[in-house]
């Protein structure tokens, strides 16, 4: 259970920080970080750069992500960005238009 | 149900703007407007650092900045407000500390207000005055004003306090219509002026 919840309607404008889980299934510009993980609804819109220690992508993102564990694209998922973490997959059916490092 | 309710947890610190057409609950610190078309709670913990606007408003933390409900406000117990309260129902519940502008926006209510508290005032002023009087005796002009005052008051008590308003006037060289506050601040200060004498 996330303890911050995005809902669908609410558009944050501004710089996200916390340290407990975060789920966005509405609108967010600007800087979402978080230690832990991350969730983008399908149907959310996340229009910053996103640091996570996991993060699952079922919406749109576009800003670079950096995760400290892993990054999922989920199918149906949108990303434009560069993606830096340990783990990153990319499910059938996610589009995604930028750099992927990973720890080689 | 999770899309619809949206919450900013007790870690979470947002620097900007949250809007929209849903629910919110702040738990964590939001230092930036908020404004949003359904109903906006901000718990114990919760701050916010500017305005509010929402439906209906319920604060049991802090908040620095204007309250604006279009349907209701309510600050509860542990609520902490610096700022202006405007909507058409306003309830500060016992244990809620506020700094700011009360307004619930019904353009009637003013001036029978007014004289409700001024009739209220006069009981509360009188009682003061006498140990004052006994010591010095110029009060004893604002005296007979008060008892005369303090007389017709009574009976509009019984029968209602709303055709009272104009009834005193007469007596009373206009001393209590003026708008609630300050006339409260002045009769604080002359009590405190003729205690000094």
Do not use: C, Y
């Not at chain 1, 996991?54 to 990303?79: F, H, I, K, P, Y």
């Not at chain 2, 906006?40 to 509010?52: L, P, Q, R």
């Not at chain 2, 802090?62 to 309510?74: M, N, T």
């Amino acid at each position: 259970m996330a303890s911050t919840v995005i809902g669908a309607g609410i558009t944050v404008e501004g710089e996200i920080t916390t340290d407990e889980d975060v789920v966005v299934a509405g609108t967010v510009r600007g800087k979402l970080s978080a230690k832990e993980g991350v969730t983008i609804e399908h149907g959310a819109t996340v229009e910053a750069d996103v640091a996570g220690g996991s993060l699952v992508v079922a919406g749109a993102l576009t800003g670079n992500v950096t995760a400290s564990e892993r990054v999922d694209m989920q199918s149906g998922s949108r990303v434009i960005g560069n993606v830096k973490a340990a783990r990153v997959t990319i499910a059938d059916g996610a589009q995604f238009k930028g750099n992927v490092d990973m720890d080689v | 149900m999770a899309a619809n309710a949206s919450i900013i947890g007790r870690t979470t610190r947002i620097r900007g703007r949250v809007s929209g057409a849903v629910d919110l609950e702040v738990q964590g610190f939001v230092d930036g407007e908020i404004a949003v078309g359904g109903d906006v709670t901000i718990d114990t913990h919760g701050m916010v650092g500017a305005g509010v606007q929402g439906k209906r408003l319920v604060v049991r933390g802090a908040v620095k900045g204007d309250l604006l409900g279009s349907e209701a406000v309510l600050l509860e117990d542990g609520a902490r407000v610096v700022g202006d309260v405007r909507a058409p129902r306003v309830v500060i519940a016992p244990g809620a500390l506020v700094r700011g502008f009360v307004d619930t926006g019904d353009a009637g209510m003013p001036a029978p207000r007014a004289s409700r508290s001024t009739a209220a005032a006069r009981p509360a002023a009188a009682p003061a005055h006498a140990p004052a009087r006994a010591a010095a005796p110029p009060p004893k002009a604002e005296a007979p004003a008060a008892k005369a005052a303090h007389k017709p008051a009574p009976p509009a008590h019984l029968a209602g306090g709303g055709n009272h308003a104009p009834a005193p006037s007469p007596s009373v060289p206009r001393r209590p219509p003026p708008p609630v506050v300050p006339a409260l601040k002045k009769a604080k200060g002359q009590i405190a002026k003729k205690k000094e004498r």
